[in-house]
Nanobody, 114 residues
Framework: QVQLVESGGGLVQAGGSLRLSCAAS????????MGWYRQAPGKQRELVVS???????NYADSVKGRFTISRDNAKNTVYLQMNSLKPEDTAVYYC????????WGQGTQVTVSS
């Protein structure tokens, strides 16, 4: 069983930045992949970005150049740095980890005001 705990969400004005953290209860060294999804009201959950254990990343087109994912294996934590935020980035952001099955965090709300 893997527990994922997200933090760092909040309210920010358009153009601002936030950094989300996802702390895992186990070593993330070999978890492949980890990443973030988001779900806006009335919309399906969508992939924001994933990162493999080797560090390869896959970003949604809508966040390329603005969001950066990183992982700190020593801290068992994955980060999502979000810059130049837009109102359309408003959503609940979920951390995930795939280890045969997919584990999810509880979600953290990100609200971007115009």
């Amino acid at each position: 069983q893997v527990q994922l705990v997200e933090s760092g969400g909040g309210l920010v004005q358009a153009g601002g930045s936030l950094r989300l953290s996802c702390a895992a209860s186990v070593s993330i060294f070999s978890i492949n992949p980890m990443g973030w999804y988001r779900q806006a009201p009335g919309k399906q959950r969508e992939l924001v970005v994933s990162i493999t254990y080797g560090g390869s990343t896959n970003y949604a087109d809508s966040v390329k150049g603005r969001f950066t994912i990183s992982r700190d294996n020593a801290k068992n934590t994955v980060y999502l740095q979000m810059n130049s935020l837009k109102p359309e980035d408003t959503a609940v952001y979920y951390c995930y980890a795939r280890m045969g099955v997919t584990y999810w965090g509880q979600g953290t709300q990100v609200t971007v005001s115009s």
